[in-house]
């Protein structure tokens, strides 16, 4: 069958993506299918999903892997990358809220969802031509109808980009982008705390010992290897980081 | 003997006078300016020095250590207190700033692990700010206010010395680690006090006035060199709410130093 499908993202993307699939998307409520195939940038081009969702093998692209380049801009694409999947995710979390989302978590989630798509759009403009292509984004582990799903993938993409920016500053040259990485990364642990307290209410969790170390004080920082190894399962497209700078000591 | 003398206890017209007195006239000439800022730089700028210690750390280095540290003591002697004041805190509120506190505690330790004999010592504070808070530790809306201005403070401190740090990975990585937990806090006591979690524009929300320089310069929306208003149809509140904005030491240290015991 072959569905035209409207992009629901807020973004730019609003070209009509051609979407084919042998199979039909029984277990989807269709508009959350729809939006997990025209996130991600992925524009106009027929995008072919065979077997794509419900856990089944998805095809493997027939476009090569992207790579993210090499110095301070090959860390910016990586934090481009990142910042498009938390964009593409929370996109989907307000296009097709999940049951009994309360007023107080939609606002939440909607913020984030514009903060996420600021950082994607400033990445994407400050890079220009030497920004990585939009990436295809592979949902199918999260139920979007599910508060504890969406919640707590949130909470994993949400520290996963602090431990990211956390770990990528030492690898930027200049001063220049490592305060844009500040920037970012304090509201990415804004945005980390406030859906850990969505969680678990007033608790010690929004700042857990199981992120924020309880004898240093220090919350996480990791490598792009790490970072893009626990992306890796929400992300379709090949990325490969072999360029990137690596930490001196 | 110079440690003993705390980042902010410089402004005290008797620690300048005592530090002036034995130094030469360029040091004792800005130390007398008057000016908490410069006051501050030139009393740092002489640390790495004056201070022995840990000799493998560049003095300006160990300045932004201490800085932070002195930042760290303030926040933890905030939090110790409160947590051990009777009918401040409400029982549902006691987990968060338990966490809190402990973190400022690690992150005391922390920094003066690093930076050994050169640690400054901590100054005295008085958290009424001369009167201005006068309930900070028995009304807790007082607390929380205090509270935010102080986390929120912290973020943008940090912030604004991580280029100073580029030239040693490893403690520009703890300072980074200690700012994303700094952000953590503010969020939460931010939400405490039923402010959105993020700043939006320079708004200091329903904080008071005299808190209003820990907000100032939060709603640029210039990012790397691009003005970013009417990005992908978004919001202004949105565009300034998704960047956290630095402060210069010079900021923070006017802001921190109201809490100065005088």
């Known amino acids: 069958m072959e569905i035209n499908v409207k992009s629901l993202t807020t973004d730019n993307n609003s070209e009509t993506a051609k979407i084919s699939s042998r199979r039909t998307f029984l277990k989807w409520s269709s508009a959350a299918a729809l939006a997990a195939l025209a996130f991600g940038a992925i524009g106009p081009e027929k995008f072919v999903a065979n077997d794509a969702f419900l856990g089944l093998p998805i095809e493997p692209l027939a476009q090569g892997a992207v790579d993210l380049g090499k110095g301070d801009i090959g860390i910016l694409n990586y934090a481009y990358a990142l910042e498009q999947l938390e964009a593409a995710f929370y996109t989907q979390v307000i296009s097709t809220k999940f049951n009994r989302m309360t007023s107080a978590e939609s606002a939440i989630l909607t913020d984030i969802r514009d903060h996420e798509i600021a950082h994607r759009e400033f990445f994407k403009v400050a890079l220009g031509k030497k920004a990585i292509p939009g990436l295809q984004v592979n949902f199918t582990s999260i139920d979007f109808g599910s508060r504890e799903s969406v919640l707590g993938t949130a909470k994993t993409f949400e520290d996963l980009g602090v431990s990211a920016y956390n770990g990528a500053g030492q690898l930027l040259k200049k001063g220049e982008y490592l305060l844009l990485a500040g920037k970012i990364v304090s509201v990415e642990a804004r945005h980390a705390a406030s859906i850990r307290d969505l969680l678990q209410p007033m608790s010690s969790y929004f700042s857990g010992d199981d992120v924020t170390d309880p004898n240093t004080g220090l919350d996480m920082a990791k490598m792009p290897s790490e970072v893009l190894a626990a992306a890796g399962p929400f992300i379709r497209t090949r990325i490969t980081a072999n360029n990137l700078p690596r930490p001196k000591m | ?262």
Do not use: C
């Not at chain 2, 003005?227 to 900021?251: Q, V």
């Open chain 2, 1 to 262: 003997m110079d440690n003993n003398i705390s980042l902010l206890e410089t402004v005290e017209p008797d620690i300048i006078g005592e530090m002036t007195a034995r130094r030469g006239p360029i040091e004792k000439a800005k130390a007398m300016t008057g000016v908490l800022g410069s006051t501050i730089i030139s009393f740092g700028a002489l640390a790495g020095s004056a201070f022995g210690g840990d000799k493998k750390l560049p003095g300006k280095i160990v300045d932004v250590l201490n800085f932070a540290l002195t930042l760290e003591y303030l926040e933890d002697d905030f939090y110790r207190t409160a947590v051990g004041s009777s009918n401040l805190i409400p029982r549902e509120a006691r987990d968060v700033f338990g966490q809190i506190s402990k973190h400022e505690t690690a992150h005391v330790a922390l920094l003066k692990s690093v930076l050994g004999s050169k640690a400054v010592a901590k100054p005295q504070f008085d958290f009424t700010a001369g009167g201005a808070f006068g309930d900070v530790f028995s009304n807790y809306q007082t607390f929380l206010a205090v509270s935010q201005a102080l986390e929120d403070t912290g973020v943008r401190a940090y912030k604004g010395q991580a280029g100073n740090l580029q030239d040693n990975a490893k403690i520009l990585t703890v300072a980074l680690q200690i700012h994303s937990v700094e952000a953590r806090h503010a969020a939460q006591v931010r939400r405490l006090r039923g402010e959105k979690g993020w700043i939006t524009n320079d708004s200091r929300g329903s904080l008071p006035a005299p808190t209003q320089a820990v907000y100032n310069g939060e709603g640029n929306a210039m990012q790397g060199g691009a003005n970013l208003a009417g990005l992908a149809g978004l919001s202004n509140d949105a565009i300034t709410e998704a960047f956290d904005e630095p402060l210069t030491k010079d900021e923070v240290l006017k802001i921190a130093g109201l809490f100065l015991r005088k």
